[in-house]
C-alpha cells in the first residue's frame, strides 16, 4: 500500500470551479476519485489507468489526469453544482474500477463545499 494526500479543496459558488491533487508515496497502477456527502454512501466519482471513467453526474464537467512522474492525479472540477458539496477521497488500487472495496490506499478527504 501507499499513502496518498489530497489537497485543493475549498468554498467556491455554483459554476465556479476547483482541482483537487492527490500525491502517492509510490507508484501506482490506478488511481480514483471517490466522494461522501453527509449521510450518504462514499460513491465513485472517476478513475484513471490507460483511460479514464467517469460518473455520469460528472461527466462533461470533471476531468482526471496523472502525472506519473510525480505520482500525482488530478480532478479538475468545472461547472460545480451545490450538489456536487462533499469529502472527496483519493485511492489507488489494481484496477480501475467503481467499487471502493477494491482499493487498498486512501488518502484522508478534503472538503469541497459549492454554494449557491
Known amino acids: 500500500q501507499v499513502q496518498l494526500v489530497e489537497s485543493g479543496g475549498g468554498l467556491v459558488q455554483a459554476g465556479g470551479s476547483l482541482r483537487l491533487s492527490c500525491t502517492a508515496s509510490?507508484?501506482?497502477?490506478?488511481m480514483a476519485w471517490f466522494r461522501q456527502a453527509p449521510g450518504k454512501e462514499r460513491e465513485f466519482v472517476a478513475a484513471i489507468r490507460r483511460i479514464s471513467a467517469y460518473a455520469d453526474s460528472v461527466k462533461g464537467r470533471f476531468t482526471i489526469s496523472r502525472d506519473n512522474a510525480k505520482n500525482t492525479v488530478y480532478l479538475q472540477m468545472n461547472s460545480l453544482k451545490p450538489e456536487d458539496t462533499a469529502v472527496y477521497y483519493c485511492?489507488?488500487?489494481?484496477?480501475?474500477?467503481?467499487?471502493?472495496?477494491?482499493?487498498?490506499?486512501w488518502g484522508q478527504g478534503t472538503q469541497v463545499t459549492v454554494s449557491s
Open positions: 509510490g507508484r501506482t497502477f490506478s
Open positions: 485511492a489507488a488500487g489494481p484496477s480501475p474500477t467503481t467499487q471502493p472495496l477494491e482499493y487498498d490506499s
